[in-house]
């Protein structure tokens, strides 16, 4: 059955004040940076490049190395050890996140440090709600918790590996407690200085040696089960698997700590209630635009106002129907001259969990999305000089009020709408409240729900739908592009039109899973109308390509292998996602 959690809402009130910090008083420490270059028999790895031999001679392809550290030491040299505490890591190559920093170190000569995969037991079982935005440990953030199930992966090692005339996929992900690997090297730090120590961690040799894993004998997937001999074998790898590269001394640095302040505050505001579920991570909401119910109620009555198009017939509302948690309702949107799109309007709600916008993650904040659609000319085809104008007369004193004065700008504009439309959170549906022993589920129901919980891995007989990969989590969504095998040759380049890598082609935003009902069409170009068709379509029509995501691309041709009655129970979960709420929403009144 599904655990019992705790209450479910909390509500975060942004004072003033929030973007303080609090100057820190004594003399300062040493600090040890430590850059951690992921390489591979001794050269920087290329991701999604398929290059890489192992001892089978299979060749294969590396797409992520994600991975927590913690526990970190250093040894003096009469032998005792300096216990680092309260510091986490978590690196990520596609990320370029290679550098982390220990500060304020007793000014001391060390001749070993030492850290570990992963978190202590403590933190790796904590209530991940309490961890602010930008710790290393908030899942919003890394992508490496395992909701439900419990506990972080402490390393994700994916890509792709050519079996024959075919490309499948390979996932490997340490994890649970037993496996928590801990790193010694030895190596002289003089710390009367600030120093930076360069780490090689050599995946040829994690993945090589002294145990071989190869994927068409050891396998291509795991998630650290207990007995899995991969998980064993990454545990007896992995310390063997780093290598000092060298030390040197830091550079002086000054770091002018730019503390971003709200943009427009008003003397006079009240602030607005962010409401969301405690089993949430915490959201990192801007800091330079602090949510006001001034700032809110202008924003709501922006995205209802049809003058900010060319020609006053539509709104952002228009695509992005409140009955339908915010998406539209048809396979393509269609601009102020009935033209035709070509992507299907993605849901808006939960936003400020996301890092980007768009299906392709064009738009890195939720003001950039507000103002581009304005501007397209196959949407609104209007200019923001004409909108601000268009505005001026009726909505100046709204302005005064959210902003302390009367001028109308796009960035106010952006602001308003992006205040607004964080507001929109989804996190009251039948399955939260099952969660708190306040609903039932169905037998059909919770088989759905182990369904998508459980991995699909026939060798350690699992046969679940393996959904959890990208819609892990309570907002059952993930901040990652992925091709999800809609087509082997794509029209739609997808995140490839905005970052130009080949590896990108066919990648697409994945959506949160959150009000799924709601939200027909499916897909980036709406092409499924039912969530039947979703199913079916990972079960048996998952197409293969170059840059299909690898955990789809380890399961067999097609798909997971679903029943007809798995499907249907499937289904049956995803529609105790709907949070009722977005059955009754209304419009403001046009006018303000």
Known sequence: ???????????????????????????????????????????????????????????????????????????????????????????????????????????????????????????NHADVARFPADHPLNPNLNGL?????????????????????????????LARDPNRTRINLATPLDLTSDARLELDFDLATLLNAPRSLTFGKAGSSTHSREGDPIAAALVANLPGAFHVQRVSAMAAEVVAAALLKPLYLPERFTPYPFQMSATFPIPPLPKDNPLTKERVALGKKLFHETGISRNGTISCATCH???????????????????VGTRNAMPLFN??????????????????????????????????????????????????????????TPQKIGLAIENYLLTLTSFDSKFDRALQGQAQLTAAEQRGFELF???????????????FHCHGGPLFHSQTFANNGLDAEFKDLGRAKVTGKASDRGKFATPSLRNIALTAPYMHDGRFATLETVVEHYSSGVLRSPTLDPNLAKHPDGGVPLSAVDQQALVAFLKTLTDEKFLFTRAPTSTP
């Open 145 to 173: 918790h395992w909701s439900w199930q419990g506990g972080y992966i402490f390393l994700a090692l994916e890509g792709r590996w050519r079996t024959n005339a075919t490309l499948d996929g390979w996932s490997y992900h």
């Open 453 to 467: 919980m459980t991995e699909y891995d026939p060798r350690r007989e699992q046969y679940g739908a393996d959904c």
């Open 321 to 339: 129907d409140g009955k339908h948690a915010f998406a539209e309702s048809r396979q393509y949107s269609i601009g102020v001259a009935e033209q």
């Open 351 to 408: 936003l400020a969990w996301k890092a980007s916008f768009f299906w392709d993650g064009r738009a890195p904040t939720l003001r950039a999305q507000a103002l581009l659609p304005i501007q397209d000319h196959t949407e609104m085809d209007e200019s923001l000089t004409n909108v601000c104008a268009k505005l001026a007369t009726a909505y100046a004193a709204h302005f005064e009020v959210a902003f302390g004065s009367s001028e109308i």
């Open 1 to 123: 059955m599904i655990p019992n959690i705790k209450p479910p809402i909390v509500a975060l009130h942004l004072m003033l004040g929030f973007w303080l910090c609090a100057a820190g008083s004594g003399a300062r420490g040493a600090t040890l940076e430590i850059r951690i270059t992921p390489k591979y028999s001794g050269e920087p790895i290329q991701l999604n490049s398929l290059r890489y031999r192992n001892a089978d001679r299979e060749t294969f392809s590396i797409s992520r190395v994600s991975y927590v550290l913690s526990g970190f030491a250093l040894q003096r040299c009469d032998g005792s050890w300096l216990e680092v505490t309260n510091r986490v890591a978590w690196l990520d190559a596609e990320q370029g996140r290679h550098t982390l920093r220990l500060e304020n170190l007793p000014s001391d000569s060390y001749r070993s440090v030492r850290f570990h995969f992963g978190p202590d037991k403590s933190d």
